[in-house]
Nanobody, 125 residues
Framework: QVQLVESGGGLVQAGGSLRLSCAASGRTFSSYAMGWFRQAPGKERDFVATINWSGTATYYADSVKGRFTISRDNAKNTVYLQMKSLKPEDTAVFYC??????????????????WGQGTQVTVSS
């Protein structure tokens, strides 16, 4: 089992940048594919980005492609989401998630087994 703790959220102006971190407990972090999702008020939790166990493959939602970058440091048990050119519509609670399918790089929520508590990102216009 793995526990996930997100950090790095906050308030930023449109056009600004933030980097989210997700620290994982446990010695098997490198065996998990990792993903980021987000949920705006009154909306479903949507896929943002994912990365496979080794960091050699990534996949992004169209809405963030070219603006967000997912990466991981297996030595630090941490996955990151670098966000730039932020827009007010990016405002949401961001969650990281872990999938036991090491090679998975998809956006289906059901494929992820563990979730963090979330971190709020607010982008002002």
């Amino acid at each position: 089992q793995v526990q996930l703790v997100e950090s790095g959220g906050g308030l930023v102006q449109a056009g600004g940048s933030l980097r989210l971190s997700c620290a994982a407990s446990g010695r098997t972090f490198s065996s998990y594919a990792m993903g980021w999702f987000r949920q705006a008020p009154g909306k479903e939790r949507d896929f943002v980005a994912t990365i496979n166990w080794s960091g050699t493959a990534t996949y992004y939602a169209d809405s963030v492609k070219g603006r967000f970058t997912i990466s991981r440091d297996n030595a630090k048990n941490t996955v990151y989401l670098q966000m730039k050119s932020l827009k007010p519509e990016d405002t949401a609670v961001f969650y990281c998630a872990a999938s036991q399918k090491s090679y998975y790089i998809g956006g289906k929520r059901d494929e992820y087994d563990y979730w963090g508590q979330g971190t709020q990102v607010t982008v002002s216009s």
